[in-house]
């Protein structure tokens, strides 16, 4: 049963590392070469998700099925990210480019970053999975990290064509979790 746990947890941390990484590549676009935030961030979520890998071989916490849960609603949330911005990527975190266009549909009716919110959820499901209090450490810092970078995307759109537009949806959508306000209205 204790294998089947760690098996469980471990595949879906796994799939969510693999199509976190396949979207750098596959999904994302960039204006020239991988910003030098971008590269830290990938740097440090490999190193986070290394350190998952270890603490889960060490065994898996009594709340593994809050992890688990976690990291399908990650993918759920990724995904559906992704089939919304299939047509319009966004560029990479980190780049210098200027937003031309605005996205409310999709999850975007409900938070402004739901990639970020997709990455919060698995790193909080690693930590959730793993034994102690230094597993909160990765969720925190990359916390951190993805505040830092939506903070910066933010400022972009205030500083473009589109910035009465986007002062708008910021009033409507949350940044990382949905106000009340926009469940209720759906």
Do not use: N
């Not at 975190?93 to 959820?121: E, K």
Request: hydrophobic content about 55%; charged content about 10%.
């Amino acid at each position: 049963m204790h294998d089947m746990m760690i098996a469980t947890t471990g595949f879906f941390g796994a799939a969510c590392f693999a199509a976190f990484s396949w979207g750098i590549k596959g999904h994302f676009r960039s204006t020239g070469t991988m910003p030098a935030g971008m590269r830290l961030t990938s740097a440090l979520s490999f190193s986070g998700f290394l350190w998952f890998l270890w603490h889960l071989a060490q065994g898996v916490a009594a709340s593994w099925p809050a992890a688990v849960a976690l990291f399908a609603g990650s993918l759920c949330v990724f995904f559906w990210a992704i089939q919304t911005t299939r047509r319009t990527p966004p560029t990479l975190a980190f780049d210098t480019d200027q937003p031309s266009f605005l996205l409310h549909q999709g999850p975007y009716r409900f938070v402004r970053h739901p990639f970020y919110l997709a990455y919060l959820m698995f790193w909080v499901g690693t930590a959730a999975a793993a034994h102690g209090l230094l597993a909160w450490f990765a969720p925190a810092l990359m916390a951190m990290l993805y505040f830092h970078a939506a903070t910066r995307e933010e400022q972009k759109f205030a500083m473009s064509e589109l910035a009465s537009a986007y002062a708008a949806y910021r009033a409507k959508a949350g940044m990382f979790l949905p106000r009340p306000s926009s469940l209720l209205a759906g």
